[in-house]
């Protein structure tokens, strides 16, 4: 099952380096003061705090089996269910991590643009200062969210990947509203890490 899993993850990796090759890249930014704290293991259960619900609630129950043709309302962060994961990255000297949108059980609802706000603390709440290169890419692709499907914003960091990182413990952003500002979440970052990063608009999983 090891091989099987490792094998996919570099199947994704590759793929998600000629995504980034061909331009299908977006770019956000942020800033905050020094760390101060130890790092997160790697593999820590991620956790997700909404802080912000300004959004109007969207989710929508389909009749089994009419999921495409369902009329749907736009995703809140109360409709998502949120994980960050370290992949193989494609580069030697930086890492892959994606931030996983699913949605939650028997609910519909689409979502589809940028993650605004980016900013990283430490385990005990101190901000990070990671650098984020600039600019959004105006194109981006709404998904249809149900039966467990996915979007999925995948965020490359291009220091050293040698370095022991920076010791990220938390990350939050705000989702892409429909007409008006979505909601603010928090979610528990896996792993530490170097910047500057590179940030996609939220897609369909790769691979």
């Known amino acids: 099952m090891t091989l099987t899993r490792n094998r996919r993850s ?57 999921l495409e043709n369902a009329a749907r309302g736009w995703c809140e962060s109360a409709d998502l269910e949120f994980e960050v994961a370290e992949h193989v990255s494609p580069e030697a000297t930086g890492k892959l991590f994606a931030i996983h949108l699913t949605a939650a059980d028997k609910t519909y609802c689409t979502i589809g643009g940028t993650l605004s706000d980016i900013s990283f603390t430490t385990e005990d709440g101190d901000p990070i200062d990671i650098e984020i290169g600039g600019g959004q890419d105006p194109e981006h692709t709404e998904i249809n969210l149900g039966d467990r499907r996915e979007a999925v914003a995948y965020i490359r960091t291009t220091g050293a990947g040698n370095n022991p990182g920076l010791p990220v413990a938390a990350v939050s952003f705000t989702l892409p509203g429909k007409g008006v500002k979505g909601d603010g979440v928090t979610v528990t970052w896996p792993a530490p890490f170097d910047g500057p990063i590179l940030v996609t608009n939220l897609m369909e999983p790769v691979g």
């Open 10 to 66: 570099v199947a994704r990796s590759l793929a998600f380096a000629a995504a980034l090759s061909s331009g299908a890249l977006a770019l956000t930014s942020c800033g905050a003061a020094q760390p101060g704290a130890s790092p997160t293991p790697a593999g820590a259960t991620t956790s997700t705090s909404p802080v912000s619900g300004s959004a109007p609630r969207g989710n929508i129950t389909a009749p089994s089996g009419e």
